[in-house]
């Protein structure tokens, strides 16, 4: 349904303790229950952390939300690396996503937008003249902080929990440029695939290629893994899921293998019908939302592929035993893939309470070890 | 994605012209390829009607509405049988859907609500005494214009149009009546299953209730076939959509089938990972929105169902050649049900062209004929 744009946690109030050294990535690797789910190699127990892990429903975000915007938040290094952290000192993850928002090298591209609450671009995209006009994006120029922020994070994650960098998926990011808001059905980008196919596919690619870069700067300055978001793969049919979103994510990450070899996590939001679609995508992960049973994922994506997800999020508001049960039922489901990341189907709500994720965790945590 | 509640076609700007004798049911029924297909019989042409087919795509009906509020549209027995019969008049198509709106029937039972322009519920309900206060549904008494609505359609129809009632499905009038208001994640909706399962079975058992008596009140009155609209089970994992949502769907449809013989049909929208879960269910036809091959549908529905859609409604904004591989395609894919009644995958946008329409309605005629 939803796809929140601000994909990612966010961090609390004080600024980083004093640095630790910072560990090689070998030992971060061999000590990562989180990394090594995602090549589908031995782990103790079943990994977990959660979309939107540091966002609203942590009391310490929204005291600093309180005294700094959104859009502040994203684009201060210490500030995203502080959100970044702060459900890490609160549970015992194991893994951290960097804290910003899939419009933000939208933003460093030069495109006019700002955040009401959702992203609303002054001046949406819908020609030839207007895609040929985009700059490249160039990520050390652009989004200098995003890189400083994970140089920031990384010495400061508790041991074993890696960092996640992350970007929005080609599609997602057509859908905001040329609705230029938020909207239920997308109707405007999606008339767009179907009147102007030769202009979506240029923008596509333009896209695909900025956010190559943008993922291929974010591992070189330290970033453990990377994630797509593709919020809103599921207004597609999988004819057209193929010939638009599928064709530039292929392209993205054929060029992102080129620079990097950490874990590359493609999240297909909604995406029953679009499993057979990404089988043979070159990625480690697929992360899944809630509405399909991971097994039947596993069947269909094989043997290559570990999953990510998918607990329903509303299931957090179920008392504390029957949200263990929901817990289980994702992690017997889990099994039958290559590798399973225990996470939710889609981002946190921000009525959730803290006490439950912290027993999502824990239980994920000793069930999983048994 | 979304679901329209205005799920049904709206009539135009003159009153109906000189009645004609109706015709008998068994004479429309031979002559309907649309009740054909909804049985699984041969027909001489793929059948087509149009979800939201007298909508605000309609000159006609944006007329009419300029002068009258949606609300007494719905009202209004003349009113809303003219809506009902706009589009017949411009297109050929194969059936007629009665103009009315899935909350009318909550209005009925003394629910206080309003359009703006979504239903907006005064008191959302949540507790077991608000549910257990709710009075049964008695449609001659509290909806009499929708049954005289039907009365005047039917000597309206073109040769060969039955007419469609309907009614929400129970976990989507759940969905309104426990937010109270439209959502894009239904959010309070949705932990209400998981905090309060036993309130929301209740609830479901209540309003499963009241739209079989809706229902079969709607067949009694004239209408040709029935259909429900569960527009929100795409919020559901299939455990959840098992346990809540098509649970009270059997409990319906088994009264109804007690009281007509006319085909009774269920869109489940954005139902690509529920196509199992109702498979069994005691209907004559599927409703699919356009992320699902239907191919891949009834490989999984088997013989005993035919299915009704999917063609993505962004595509009547492609080019006309487009427009029509489009249509082919999903004219092919049907080949592998049952029966196939064409439609688009959920409702028709009001920035569609009517030409479109048109050329859409024709094109399946013709290519379905040769």
């Not at 744009?5 to 000590?31: I, L, V, Y």
């Not at 609160?90 to 939208?106: G, K, Q, V, W």
């Not at 695939?193 to 333009?206: C, N, V």
């Not at 057209?240 to 620079?259: S, Y």
């Amino acid at each position: 349904m939803s796809a929140p744009t601000q994909s990612a946690p966010p961090a609390g109030g004080t600024a980083p303790t004093a640095p630790q050294p910072p560990r090689t990535d070998a030992a971060a690797n061999t000590q990562s229950t989180f990394l090594a789910a995602c090549r589908g190699q031995p782990v103790s127990h079943t990994p977990i952390w959660v979309m939107r892990q540091a966002g609203r429903y942590l009391p310490e975000y929204r005291e600093l939300r309180a005294k700094v915007d959104f859009e502040s938040l994203t684009r201060k290094a210490e500030l995203a690396a502080e959100v970044t952290l702060q459900p890490l000192r609160r549970f015992d993850l194991d893994a951290a996503i960097l804290f910003s928002d899939i419009m933000t090298p939208l933003q460093g591209m030069g495109i006019d937008l700002h955040f009401d609450p959702g992203p609303v671009v002054r001046n949406p995209i819908r020609t030839d003249a207007q895609i040929d006009a985009l700059p490249a994006l160039r990520p050390a120029r652009d989004l200098p902080f995003v890189l400083d922020s994970i140089k920031l994070i990384r010495p400061e994650l508790p041991r074993g929990a890696p960092l996640i960098g992350f970007a929005g998926g080609p599609f997602t990011l057509l859908c905001y440029l040329v609705s230029g808001k938020p909207s239920k059905e997308f109707g405007v980008a999606r008339s767009f695939l179907y009147a102007q196919p030769e202009s979506a596919e240029r923008l596509l690619d333009h896209l695909g290629d900025a956010m190559a870069a943008y993922l291929g700067a974010q591992a070189a300055a330290g970033a453990q893994a990377l994630m797509m978001f593709e919020s809103w793969a599921g207004l597609l049919a999988p004819r057209e899921f193929n010939r638009f979103a599928l064709r530039a994510v292929r392209r993205t990450m054929a060029k992102l293998r080129e620079q990097t070899d950490v874990p590359l996590i493609y999240y297909v939001n909604q995406g029953s019908a679009l499993m057979q679609s990404v089988a043979d995508l070159d990625v480690d992960v697929i992360g899944v939302d809630w509405r399909s049973p991971l097994s039947e994922c596993a069947r269909i994506l094989g043997p290559n592929k570990s999953l990510q997800g998918n607990l329903d999020p509303a299931a957090l508001f179920a008392a504390p035993g029957e949200l263990k049960r929901s817990a289980e039922i994702v992690l017997q489901e889990g099994r039958a893939a290559r590798g399973h990341i225990f996470n939710l189907g889609h981002g946190i709500w921000p009525e959730t309470s803290p006490d439950a994720v912290a027993r999502l965790v824990d239980y994920v945590h000793e069930s999983s070890s048994r």
